[in-house]
């Protein structure tokens, strides 16, 4: 079936460091997948931190950046100096291309703790 | 920009018993509302997919009986979560398609059930 992995559980890092969270996915029945991240903020909903619909490119926002690549079914997360503030819960998610299509898979999520 | 709200944030009911939330979005058209579940130490579980003028798509293990929508304009959906039981607990994402717009949820901040 169609479903994503992440890194699990809590990461720590420190402030100015440069982190990544790993994702992979596997679409089965998924022909051309749209890749996501997404983030949770403390007491906030879901946010869209950045997506890619097209393999081979890399898709950037608040110094976040993640390249779909459909050769290693990864979408890692990467940022090259976290601040305090990017402490959150971080989502890797898949859908059909289809605009009318409304199934989002998510991974289990990576508690992301940056120390000042 | 697209903004989705929720409501209640947080509510608690007895067992038993049956609590209904809302969802609303603003600033944009809402064809589609999905609306999720996370129950403690999962990931998201999509429960159901209501489009205007379409039959409302419940996921596997999840009922119209158990979890009846409602989806009476572009803005605007509920939820009810009947015969509330612990296993019911668990922070209730509703998340909405922009008509015409490319396959990307916005998501509110969510309804956070408890059950006594």
């Known amino acids: 079936g169609d479903s994503v992995t992440q890194t699990e559980g809590q990461v720590t890092v420190s402030e100015s460091k440069s982190l990544i969270i790993n994702c992979t996915y596997s679409a089965t029945s998924i022909a051309y997948p749209n890749l996501f991240w997404y983030v949770r903020y403390p007491g906030e909903g879901l946010q869209l931190l950045l997506k890619?619909?097209?393999?081979?490119q890399k898709g950037s926002s608040r110094g976040f950046e993640a390249t779909y690549n459909k050769e290693t079914t990864s979408f890692h997360l990467q940022k090259a100096s976290v601040q305090e503030s990017d402490s959150a819960v971080y989502y890797c998610?898949?859908?059909?291309?289809?605009?009318?299509?409304?199934?989002?898979?998510f991974g289990k999520g990576t508690h992301l703790h940056v120390l000042p | 920009g697209a903004l989705v709200y929720q409501y209640p944030r947080r509510t608690i009911c007895k067992s038993g018993t049956s609590m209904r939330m809302e969802c609303q979005a603003v600033g944009f058209q809402a064809t589609s509302v999905a609306w999720y579940r996370q129950s403690p130490q999962k990931t998201f579980e999509l429960i159901a997919l209501?489009?205007?003028?379409?039959?409302?798509?419940?996921e596997q293990n999840f009922t119209q009986e158990k979890f009846p929508i409602s989806h009476p304009n572009l803005s605007f959906s509920s939820m009810t979560v009947l015969n509330a039981y612990l296993e019911d607990r668990g922070l209730y994402l509703c998340g909405a398609r922009e008509w015409g717009g490319q396959n990307t949820l916005y998501f509110g901040a969510g309804t956070r059930l408890s059950v006594l």
């Open positions: 890619v619909i097209t393999a081979g």
């Open positions: 998610a898949l859908s059909e291309r289809d605009t009318n299509a409304y199934k989002v898979i």
């Open positions: 209501s489009t205007v003028n379409s039959a409302i798509k419940y």
